[in-house]
């Protein structure tokens, strides 16, 4: 199975890094990444003019998809998306994918302007939207510095028995509110209730990233507050440190069918400080909370598993073709 991998801006490398034997183009320099590039031996290539159905069977995109339309508009997206356009509409691969990092939860399939598409995976896939058949859910991307594989792979500490009793909590206290696609989000108004009972002593981008794995990490609670979509990165940053995840309520669809304890997660302030209450004053529960988050975090967040995900997932979307066409053949 030859890949090319597009990673427009070269926002996240973890899905070079679950198929290491593709190829990974990027078309612009978003964020300096050398390090992380060199440590995985990851060549990085420019010369999308050599993807075509030739030289690879299978096309992955990586995309915040809505920045091609005015109301977010991005340029450099919105011309590596038409480059991409280019490619497929000259090309028939075995398989196109588009995985769409972009923080809403709409259906990416009613927004691509294509379609050549095949299968659509989507980082903020609600438990309560309505998705095409050929949308699943895949929430494992992250900006910035690391990807998740990075944090999963060479930052993950789960075990530490002499963790500080403290809820740690670094984070963008924002207001986001998007009229067009009923986007609202006031962090403000939770942490100003709960913010007393927190542990914040420097703000993450004043310090070096390790010192702030590190406060996590000796961390007893470490809370998840809702970005303006989800997931962000601050929730992987806590799985991958052991710290116990404390984490506002959203309708995430996560890749696989298991779930968080419902004691660390809260819609009210008040919610909030009752479930803190009972995990400090309960060892037993505070352990079971612990365990089942250590479990899903090694069970899923690898590589191994989101391979098998993934390539799941394609012989599904193969299968309804399949039987698509058998039906229409019968009809």
Not at 27 to 40: M, P
Not at 193 to 208: A, S
Request: glycine content about 2%; overall charge neutral; some cysteine.
């Amino acid at each position: 199975m030859r890949i090319a991998i597009i990673d427009i801006v070269n926002q996240d490398i973890g899905l070079k890094i679950i198929f290491p034997e593709a190829e990974y183009f990027i078309i612009y320099d978003e964020f300096n990444k050398d390090d992380a590039l060199n440590r995985y031996k990851i060549n990085k290539r420019y010369d999308i003019e050599n993807i075509n159905d030739n030289n690879f069977d299978y096309l992955f995109l990586i995309i915040p998809l809505y920045n091609i339309h005015k109301e977010h508009y991005n340029e450099k997206i919105a011309n590596g998306y038409n480059k991409f356009l280019e490619i497929i509409n000259k090309n028939n691969f075995k398989k196109v994918c588009l995985f769409d990092n972009y923080d809403y939860d709409y259906d990416p399939s009613l927004y691509s302007n294509t379609n050549k598409i095949d299968i659509y995976f989507k980082r903020n896939y609600s438990k309560i939207i309505n998705y095409n058949s050929n949308v699943y859910p895949f929430t494992f991307f992250m900006f910035g510095k690391y990807s998740f594989m990075e944090l999963i792979e060479e930052k993950k500490r789960i075990e530490n028995s002499n963790r500080k009793n403290r809820i740690y909590f670094s984070g963008t206290l924002f207001t986001h509110i998007d009229d067009t696609m009923k986007v609202y989000r006031n962090r403000k108004i939770i942490y100003n209730q709960i913010n007393d009972l927190l542990y914040t002593p420097r703000f993450m981008n004043n310090i070096p990233f390790d010192i702030y794995l590190n406060d996590i990490h000796n961390s007893k609670f470490s809370l998840d507050l809702n970005g303006v979509g989800e997931p962000n990165k601050r929730t992987f940053e806590i799985l991958s440190q052991g710290s116990l995840r404390i984490s506002e309520f959203n309708n995430l669809k996560w890749c696989f069918d298991d779930d968080f304890c419902e004691e660390t997660i809260f819609k009210t302030a008040d919610e909030f400080k009752k479930k803190i209450f009972n995990l400090n004053n309960n060892k037993d529960l505070y352990d079971k909370c612990l365990k089942k988050q250590n479990e899903i975090v090694d069970k899923y967040y690898n590589k191994n598993y989101l391979r098998n995900y993934l390539s799941y997932q394609w012989k599904k979307f193969d299968e309804k073709v399949l039987n698509n066409i058998q039906q229409n053949i019968i009809l």
